[in-house]
């Protein structure tokens, strides 16, 4: 039972154009909303966060925008640098000793 | 200056031995946790500890059993190995569990991982 999803395994954007990474969940108890990059042979690296309270955080090239009644958010990368290029991990939680869900990744391959 | 470090970076071993992982974080984090990514790729908790005090503990087989001697440190044992278990694991740590509310100090940070291969 998936409670986070990234349908797309994998996307591939031009150097300097928008990436969209998009990431839908089921439980409507989430309340934080994280994204995490990861290189090969290396851990998660957190990225950017999202409180339920909000719609949008900006973070430099990243945004997160956050959808409630949809349950769907998306990450954001403008530009797309060819550093960018990792597997972005989406991740929700609810407040308690809960755990953190993560989603099955995208890879993005940003070409230059 | 590693944040969030674990020994060792490989592991191969033949099913039916036991095996450790040791985990470290120079962070000053209170809570810790051990997830495991399998061959789907999907990252799953499964345990997690504030202060040495276990705190999730998800379905995982008894003969893993994680042990924090304090709060910069979480290993976890591995009894009887089967090949199921390969596995990257990865230890990751927060500055609080969440319990009292989720904000920018349940971020949590991961270690590179243990690619765990039982033959």
């Known amino acids: 039972d998936q409670q986070v999803k990234q349908n797309s395994p994998s996307l591939s954007v031009q150097e300097g154009r928008i990436s969209i990474l998009n990431c839908d969940y089921t439980n409507s108890m989430f309340d934080y909303f994280l994204w995490y990059k990861k290189y090969p042979a290396e851990g998660p690296t957190f990225l950017i966060s999202?409180?339920?309270?909000?719609d949008k955080n900006e973070d430099g090239r990243f945004t997160v925008f956050l959808n409630k009644s949809a349950k769907h958010l998306s990450l954001h990368i403008v530009p797309s640098q060819p550093g960018d290029s990792a597997v972005y991990f989406c991740a929700a939680r609810t407040s308690g000793n809960t755990p953190l869900v993560f989603g099955k990744g995208t890879r993005l391959s940003v070409i230059a | 200056d590693t944040a969030v470090s674990q020994t060792p970076k490989y592991l191969v071993t033949q099913m039916g031995n036991d095996k450790s992982i040791k985990c470290e974080q120079n962070l000053g984090h209170d809570t810790m946790y051990w997830y495991k990514q399998d061959s789907k790729k999907f990252l799953k908790i499964m345990f997690s500890y504030n202060n040495k005090e276990l705190i999730i503990n998800e379905t995982v087989p008894n003969r893993f059993s994680p042990k924090s001697p304090d709060k910069a440190h979480l290993n976890l044992h591995i009894n009887s190995l089967e090949l199921g278990d390969s596995a990257v694991y990865f230890c990751?740590?927060?500055?609080?569990?969440?319990?009292?509310?989720?904000?920018?100090?349940?971020?949590?940070?991961f270690g590179a991982g243990t690619r765990l291969s039982v033959l």
């Open positions: 999202i409180s339920s309270i909000k």
């Open positions: 990751a740590s927060s500055q609080s569990s969440g319990l009292a509310g989720v904000s920018a100090k349940n971020i949590q940070y």
